[in-house]
């Protein structure tokens, strides 16, 4: 009887010692919000199987105009780190902070990048109150790749300051991931380059990709600001549909998170082609063309090069 007795609180104590290593082993993974879904791509690569990450704006949603929902809340209320890109992007996100009560750290993945001042005229008194004096930053900043780096850096960096015990696993991801966005970038820059110098310019919807045209090289006029908010109006248009015949502009392209009309009435009003879609400040879902930064980038370039490269026959 005692033998038996040992040997149930022996199996007892062996089920116990078995499930406590075992449900530290399943370990709990960092809660970590990302306020846009390239911002969650980059969180993702880099964070692996440690981190578990939500998106506030997902695929095709457009960060500049944004309502958070209530279950935004209760992801930021649970977050330990939230992921923003700064430069003004997220202007809900000071609210969102403070009606979720998140206790969270805030990273700007931004960091250190030298913002692109736009010179642009549209009005923006009250929006925040961010206005400079002349013009504002672009938020842009991901559209060049060497500037997608420095978001990975920072990342990084966060990442492990939230979860110690993870930097060699993040350090690693990063340093695989970093040596991805180097093949990208010359990537871009082949494909640009295959571009006839004289044709590389195009019309998009709004003004989105400053760090792309002062990185390759490409010109992208856009009849919208950096923001989305401000509404285009019938002179700014007027202006580039005489912009796009004067300058022979071959193409007009669609974006993922603006409405098609304003891009179609420009084709159509000046004769330049519409080319595809490009994906400026969000990705497509999983299952779509841009579903990852890398996929995004390489989506963009294959559609511009589409559009511009060959001349009318
Ligand atoms: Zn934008």
């Given at each position: 009887?005692?033998?038996?007795?040992?040997?149930?609180?022996?199996?007892?104590?062996?089920?116990?010692?078995?499930?406590?290593?075992?449900?530290?082993?399943?370990?709990?993974?960092?809660?970590?919000?990302?306020?846009?879904?390239?911002?969650?791509?980059?969180?993702r690569q880099i964070g692996g199987d440690r981190v578990s990450v939500t998106t506030l704006v997902g695929p095709d949603g457009d960060a500049h105009v944004y309502s958070p929902t209530p279950a935004d809340a209760k992801a930021m209320a649970a977050a330990k780190l939230v992921l923003v890109n700064g430069l003004h992007f997220e202007g809900w996100l000071p609210r969102l902070v403070k009606s979720s009560g998140t206790k969270a750290t805030m990273a700007e993945a931004t960091k250190g990048i030298t913002p692109l001042e736009t010179d642009d005229d549209h009005d923006d008194k009250g929006k925040g109150g961010h206005a400079h004096a002349h013009g504002h930053d672009d938020p842009h900043a991901w559209q060049s790749v060497a500037n997608a780096k420095l978001y990975v850096a920072n990342i990084r960096d966060a990442l492990s300051a939230a979860d110690p015990a993870g930097k060699a696993s993040y350090e690693a991801n990063a340093t695989a991931y970093l040596a991805e966005l180097?093949?990208?970038?010359?990537?871009?820059?082949?494909?640009?380059?295959?571009?006839?110098?004289e044709r590389r310019k195009a019309i998009t919807t709004h003004d989105a990709f400053g760090y792309f045209v002062k990185a390759y090289g490409i010109a992208f006029v856009a009849p919208q600001g950096v923001s989305t908010e401000a509404e285009a109006s019938a002179r700014d248009v007027?202006?580039?549909?005489?912009?796009?015949?004067?300058?022979?502009?071959?193409?007009?392209?669609?974006?993922?998170?603006?409405?098609?009309?304003?891009?179609?009435?420009?084709?159509?009003?000046?004769?330049?082609?519409?080319?595809?879609?490009?994906?400026?400040?969000?990705?497509?879902?999983?299952?779509?063309?841009?579903?990852?930064?890398?996929?995004?980038?390489?989506?963009?370039?294959?559609?511009?090069?589409?559009?511009?490269?060959?001349g009318p026959a």
């Open positions: 009887m005692p033998n038996r007795r040992a040997f149930v609180a022996g199996l007892a104590f062996g089920l116990a010692a078995v499930a406590t290593p075992f449900g530290a082993f399943a370990q709990e993974k960092l809660p970590v919000v990302a306020s846009f879904s390239i911002l969650g791509d980059f969180a180097d093949t990208l970038e010359g990537e871009v820059k082949a494909a640009i380059a295959r571009i006839p110098a007027a202006r580039i549909i005489r912009q796009v015949k004067a300058q022979k502009i071959p193409a007009v392209f669609l974006e993922n998170v603006t409405n098609p009309r304003l891009v179609e009435q420009i084709a159509r009003e000046s004769g330049a082609k519409v080319g595809g879609r490009l994906y400026s400040d969000a990705l497509s879902a999983e299952s779509g063309p841009a579903g990852t930064y890398i996929r995004m980038m390489k989506h963009n370039i294959s559609e511009i090069e589409k559009a511009l490269a060959a």
